[in-house]
């Protein structure tokens, strides 16, 4: 059975992915005082784990880490990830999450559009390996 949680950084630790998600990445979560975030459990299984750091009143970035087997649900993981950032959007009065996506990552791309984030232009060289990201910004 899904259950939605409030996210704890263990999940982090804890989430299996179908990429390479080093440790360095995995310890930003470390501090957790400044993020808000839900994770989505099937049992003991971690889902997906998502949501915003906050940068100052009203503005955050946003953040999402599917699991190997989130791929598997994928409109359980869309709706859940459309109610994650209504929530924490709602409950913390933001007016604007941004996310950086990669250029490469047309599915991402399109994912973050169903979601209301709008691309705002090209960071480049941003990745950690030289390459090119959008910043997208869903604002209300």
């Known amino acids: 059975m899904l259950d939605l949680v409030k996210f704890d950084t263990q999940h982090i630790m804890d989430i299996e992915t179908m990429f390479d998600f080093p440790l360095s990445a995995r310890k930003a979560f470390e501090n957790k005082s400044d993020v808000d975030g839900y ?30 087997n989130a791929y598997g649900k994928p409109v359980t993981v869309a709706r859940y990830t459309d109610r994650l950032f209504d929530t924490i959007m709602d409950d913390n009065a933001m007016w604007r999450v941004q996310a950086s996506v990669h250029t490469n990552d047309a599915q991402s791309v399109r994912f973050a559009e169903w979601l209301g984030f709008e691309i705002e232009g090209v960071m480049k060289k941003f990745g950690p390996d030289g390459t090119n990201y959008f910043r997208m910004a869903r604002v209300m």
């Open 39 to 68: 994770t989505l459990m099937d049992g003991d299984e971690i889902i997906v784990c998502g949501g915003v750091h906050m940068m100052w009143d009203g503005v955050g970035e946003g953040w999402l880490v599917m699991s190997k």
